[in-house]
């Protein structure tokens, strides 16, 4: 799958209308094979029936008989994770996406689709390129999350030996020179053309240390300032396993710039600057249009909150009162917390960045807001 297909994806989950029939979320992890799930899925699954009102049953019956049986169907090989989002009653809804990376076992059932996952897939899994180079050959590979998408050959020419026939000693290895200049000229000019025409953001090396050497020397500095790493590979290898070993340096580098910009949002939190930090901030922040983007701690769970339907008051706490305290209303909705902020998030168009860990993060809350401007409550501090 392409990433503009998963942002379109996932766009339309986020804005999905709820209805009063359960939607079921269900992401699994395939990499130990399609029947590793079929215990675990029907276990969940009675679970989920059983904590939903009665009138909920013949609905989520239908959505978990669609997940169950096109995951009984037929998967393609190399898929390692599966997301599966299944609605019934008068507004059905069907989605289900394959990629060839694990995604985490998580099923659940509410009004509205968890998204959290897809989000986070396409935050850690963005689109590079591969470019392995040895003396003989070189191939140009698109990466799309973490499988390879495009491919462009550019094979090296055999160098015909004439030494002590035609040419001297030292005209062959002019010779030879020239044609490992043009040979370079060649794969970079093919590199240039394909990352600019697939808007590619970033460049791994793949090679023999002296070929991606002289690759790094040769490449202009557009091409050089979206160079992430290098790896050691040879033409024989298969393309899964450098696919598998560039991913590991571009997963390292992805989690360098969540941290890079983890280190601004707290330094304008320092600042007081363009920032909040906090879920019930950054909820205000998302449904007021301020955010810029939104930057979380994998491990931020911060539980359930709910929202009024009448006059759409929200709070982060768990259970909610028999009615608003607002607006006396009973048609109370709730949500988990760390999904709703990532749905508005996505409802908004604002940039989710998820980081492994960050102590300083953790004690602002775990998540926190970079602000497109200042709302004008916050443009002063309370007096002292």
């Not at 939903?52 to 169950?68: K, N, T």
């Not at 491990?299 to 706490?317: H, I, M, N, V, Y």
Request: proline share 6%.
């Amino acid at each position: 799958m392409k990433l503009k297909l998963l942002e379109d994806h996932i766009r339309t989950l986020a804005t999905l209308e709820e209805t009063d029939s359960p939607l079921i979320s269900c992401y699994l992890d395939l990499s130990s094979g399609p029947a590793s799930h079929r215990d675990e899925l029907e276990t969940r699954f009675q679970i989920l029936k059983r904590s939903l009102p009665p009138a909920s049953a013949a609905d989520f019956d239908f959505a978990a008989g669609r997940i169950a049986a096109h995951l009984n169907g037929a998967l393609s090989p190399r898929t390692q994770g599966v997301a599966a989002f299944a609605r019934g009653g008068e507004q059905p809804f069907w989605l289900c996406l394959e990629f060839e990376v694990p995604l985490p076992n998580s099923i659940a059932a509410g009004p509205t689709p968890n998204i959290y996952h897809l989000v986070e897939l396409k935050d850690n899994y963005d689109r590079y390129v591969i470019l392995l180079t040895t003396e003989a050959c070189a191939r140009i590979i698109g990466v799309n999350l973490g499988s390879a998408t495009e491919q462009l050959w550019s094979s090296r020419p055999d160098l015909r030996r004439r030494v002590g026939n035609e040419w001297s000693k030292d005209h062959y290895q002019d010779h030879r020179r020239e044609r490992t200049r043009q040979y370079l000229h060649d794969q970079i000019r093919s590199l240039d053309k394909l990352i600019s025409a697939g808007g590619y953001g970033h460049l791994i090396l793949a090679g023999n240390p002296r070929m991606i050497s002289a690759v790094r020397r040769a490449l202009p500095k557009r091409l050089a300032a979206k160079l992430v790493d290098s790896v050691p590979a040879a033409p024989a290898d298969r393309l899964s396993d450098i696919v598998a070993s560039t991913l590991e340096a571009f997963l390292q580098y992805e989690e360098q710039e969540s941290q890079a910009l983890a280190e601004k949002l707290i330094g304008q939190i320092r600042t007081h600057g363009l920032a909040v930090a906090g879920a019930h901030a950054c909820m205000d922040a998302l449904q007021a249009g301020q955010g810029d983007f939104l930057v979380m701690v994998k491990s931020f769970d911060p539980g359930r909150g709910w929202q009024c339907r009448g006059c759409a008051k929200t709070e982060l706490t768990w259970p909610p009162p028999a009615a608003c305290p607002a607006c006396r209303k009973r048609r109370l909705r709730g949500f988990d917390i760390r999904e709703e902020l990532v749905r508005l998030a996505q409802q908004k168009q604002v940039g989710v960045e998820v980081v492994e860990h960050n102590d300083v993060l953790m004690n602002l809350g775990g998540v926190g807001c970079l602000l497109r401007y200042l709302a004008p409550a916050s443009y002063f501090s309370p007096a002292a």
